[in-house]
């Protein structure tokens, strides 16, 4: 993983473990990024609180000299009864410019999370100060309606018919199934230089072992600020 990662200055995580371990393994991942030749700081989150039986940390990580944390991350606890996994926020600076992450991961598509994805237009008129970049797993594709209201206002996704999950099997030399990883910016506050996806499974002898580590490709964007 540190080596998947160690070339990005700026790692969102989704799916650790909320009990015992969790945190654990994200410092362990931090200490190994560390031995790469740059200091990266990190931050877990507290377990998410909407779902009882979904409920897991996110967590960040951050190259020290590229980035200044400018705000303690924090999850919106204010609307537990709208995600099961309530987002989960941070304020970086970089320069003088600041910018917030967003980290989501919705309910699984059997669950519709469409019906979670639509409080997300709320936060850009909650906090009209704030630079938001969206992003996670929205176990959606970038073309549903639910993003309507997000494009509207001008933000757009990094990837466009990207499949970003692993199928259980590669078939015909196809191996992913789904476009459900996207960011979202606002192409007002950003310009995206380039993006695009870590096939790292192709470092591995065949899906399942692949799927020890991850059922999700990494996502990246490259962005500036204008």
Same mark, same amino acid.
């Given at each position: %993983?540190?080596?998947?990662?160690?070339?990005?200055?700026?790692?969102? !995580?989704?799916?650790?473990?909320?009990?015992?371990?969790?945190?654990q393994a994200v410092a362990r991942l931090a200490d190994e990024l560390n031995r790469t030749g740059n200091k990266w700081q990190y931050a877990v989150s507290d377990p998410t609180q909407g779902?009882? *039986?979904?409920? $897991?940390? *996110?967590? *960040?990580?951050?190259?020290?000299?590229?980035?200044?944390? /400018?705000?303690?991350?924090?999850?919106? @606890?204010?609307?537990? $009864?709208?995600?099961?996994? $309530? =987002?989960?926020?941070?304020?970086?600076? *970089?320069?003088?410019?600041?910018?917030?992450?967003?980290?989501? /991961?919705?309910? =699984?598509?059997s669950k519709q999370p469409e019906t979670e994805l639509k409080h997300l237009k709320l936060y850009p008129e909650l906090y009209p100060e704030r630079h938001f970049i969206f992003l996670g797993?929205?176990?959606?594709?970038?073309? /549903?309606?639910?993003?309507?209201?997000?494009?509207? %206002?001008?933000?757009? =996704?990094?990837?466009?018919?990207?499949?970003?999950?692993?199928?259980?099997? +590669?078939?015909?030399? %196809? +191996?992913?199934?789904? $476009?459900?990883?996207?960011?979202?910016?606002? @192409?007002?506050?950003?310009?995206? !230089?380039?993006?695009?996806?870590?096939?790292?499974?192709?470092?591995?002898?065949?899906?399942?072992?692949?799927? @020890? !580590?991850?059922? /999700? !490709? =990494?996502?990246?964007?490259?962005?500036?600020?204008?």
């Amino acid at each position: %993983m540190a080596k998947t990662l160690k070339n990005y200055d700026i790692v969102a !995580i989704q799916e650790v473990v909320a009990g015992n371990g969790g945190a654990q393994a994200v410092a362990r991942l931090a200490d190994e990024l560390n031995r790469t030749g740059n200091k990266w700081q990190y931050a877990v989150s507290d377990p998410t609180q909407g779902g009882i *039986y979904s409920s $897991e940390r *996110y967590a *960040y990580l951050w190259k020290d000299s590229k980035l200044k944390l /400018h705000q303690k991350p924090w999850l919106d @606890t204010d609307c537990v $009864e709208d995600f099961e996994r $309530e =987002p989960y926020f941070i304020t970086f600076e *970089y320069k003088t410019q600041l910018f917030t992450l967003v980290n989501i /991961h919705a309910v =699984p598509k059997s669950k519709q999370p469409e019906t979670e994805l639509k409080h997300l237009k709320l936060y850009p008129e909650l906090y009209p100060e704030r630079h938001f970049i969206f992003l996670g797993d929205f176990n959606l594709a970038q073309t /549903h309606t639910v993003f309507n209201p997000l494009k509207s %206002m001008g933000f757009m =996704p990094a990837l466009v018919n990207q499949k970003t999950s692993l199928k259980m099997r +590669c078939k015909n030399n %196809m +191996c992913l199934a789904s $476009e459900y990883d996207n960011l979202f910016l606002d @192409t007002s506050e950003f310009e995206t !230089i380039s993006s695009g996806v870590n096939p790292f499974y192709k470092s591995f002898p065949d899906l399942k072992s692949a799927r @020890t !580590i991850s059922d /999700h !490709i =990494p996502v990246w964007v490259e962005f500036d600020f204008y």
